[in-house]
């Protein structure tokens, strides 16, 4: 089945700084990236996604990277603020398959 | 529109206790699914369905049932709680496009003690 490594699981950043989360997946099946962001107490929500016929999607301070060559996606953000701290999963879909199979999360803290 | 409710908010069982963790949608959607969040481990699938009356296991299934009859509702079932059953569990909820990927839409979880 498919495997999703993310990396770092904690990190830390000055207000301002910008963030970059990793994540390598195994199977080239694979054809639908998520990224959620979960807030302290509640469920995990969709941030952004990106599909495998594109290489790159941004909204606003956030955007999403793929290599589907090397499979490894990552999540960037930009002039980090204190509310987007929160931890963050990655996520992939097998081309065919209903499940998605998660990262094991990444803390991000943002200090002012 | 609520969106994907669970119940309770908050559940303390004794070794051996048997409890229904309950899931709903008012969204349509087709595809259903629990998760269970353990520290370290992400989110890992227990239970997923793809519709009423069809349902699959996930990652981790041993010691959950669960069952779908209306596209509203998916419960999930502890036979016999264990401590090892001591999680956060959310529930969620997708259009079920055949494999296209989707957003999923997840409750606000459940926070389960067993002692």
């Known amino acids: 089945g498919e495997n999703v490594e993310q990396h770092p699981s904690t990190l830390s950043v000055q207000e301002g700084d910008s963030a970059v989360i990793k994540c390598t997946y195994s199977d080239s099946a694979s054809n639908y990236f998520p990224w959620y962001k979960q807030e302290l107490g509640k469920g995990p929500q969709l941030i952004i996604d990106?599909?495998?016929?594109?290489g790159e999607k941004k909204d606003q301070r956030i955007a999403v990277t793929l290599n589907k060559t090397a499979k490894h996606f990552s999540l960037h953000i930009t002039e980090t603020q204190p509310e987007d701290s929160a931890v963050y999963f990655c996520?992939?879909?097998?081309?065919?398959?209903?499940?998605?199979?998660f990262g094991k999360g990444t803390m991000l803290l943002v200090s002012p | 529109n609520a969106g994907v409710t669970q119940t309770p908010k908050f559940q303390v069982l004794k070794t051996g206790q048997s409890m229904t963790l309950q899931c709903a949608q008012d969204?349509?959607?087709?595809?259903m699914s629990w998760y269970r969040q353990d520290p370290g481990m992400g989110l890992r699938l227990i239970h997923y369905?793809?519709?009423?009356?069809?349902?699959d296991q996930g990652e981790v299934p041993n010691g959950y049932n669960v069952s779908r009859s209306t596209t509203e509702d998916f419960p999930l079932r502890l036979l016999s709680a264990a401590p090892s059953q001591t999680s956060v569990y959310f529930c969620?909820?997708?259009?079920f496009g055949t494999g296209e990927g989707g957003e999923q839409f997840f409750g606000p979880g459940t926070r389960l003690t067993v002692l």
């Open positions: 369905s793809v519709g009423a009356g069809i349902t």
């Open positions: 990106i599909r495998s016929n594109v």
């Open positions: 969620a909820s997708s259009y």
């Open positions: 969204m349509n959607h087709e595809y």
């Open positions: 996520a992939a879909l097998v081309r065919g398959y209903s499940t998605l199979t």
